[in-house]
């Protein structure tokens, strides 16, 4: 299914092999973790689920709100993100900067959150300038989330200060 998808795509035969990021499992078991900003409901693993609540929580008890914008999203999902960009002209190399190509991106694994907070533009690396963001530097880690796509990240995806994920 996943060579199909890349084939229609036109997502390179080596991608993954040679950079881009690693390949990750659909999760099976997933509960659900409230509405995004558009009202879509996002599923998590039950564990990613109960530490972002938990992290959520602590950060509401020190001011700070953190929503949900995207977590699990499927190989077909990944798929239609691409297909949207594509329609609209973009390239595929341009667009796998931005996303992974299905199959190999850590929203398949229900561990992966996109972050936005109020008074920023959801995913845009203006987040990295908001109480957010520098309250999840200092605590993140605590409930098993870091940043996955740092400055300069080995896999070739632009900065997303706003992309998190629990190790596995």
């Keep these: 299914m996943l060579r199909e998808l890349h084939q229609e795509l036109g ?10 990021p690693p390949a990750y499992d659909e999760a099976g078991e997933l509960v659900e ?8 409901m996002q599923r998590l693993t039950p564990a990613a689920a109960r530490q972002w609540q938990a992290m959520v929580g602590a950060a509401a008890g020190d001011g700070v709100t953190l929503l949900i ?13 691409i297909r949207k960009k594509i329609n609209a002209g973009q390239s595929i190399t341009d ?7 299905p199959g190999h991106s850590e929203h398949h694994t229900g561990l992966a959150v ?13 987040f990295e300038d908001s109480e957010a963001f520098s309250w999840l530097g200092s605590n993140a880690a605590r409930f098993g ?17 706003w992309h998190w994920a629990m190790n596995g």
């Design 33 to 40: 973790v409230g509405p995004n900003l558009v009202g879509r």
């Design 145 to 161: 989330f870091t940043m996955s796509y740092p400055r300069d990240n080995p896999w070739g995806i632009i900065y997303e200060p």
């Design 69 to 81: 914008v995207s977590g699990f999203r499927s190989y077909e999902y990944q798929a239609a993100l």
């Design 95 to 101: 667009i796998l900067e931005v996303n992974a190509a």
């Design 114 to 126: 996109d972050i936005a907070t109020p008074g920023s533009r959801p995913l845009t690396e203006e």
């Design 11 to 20: 997502i390179p035969a080596d991608y993954g092999k040679s950079g881009g």
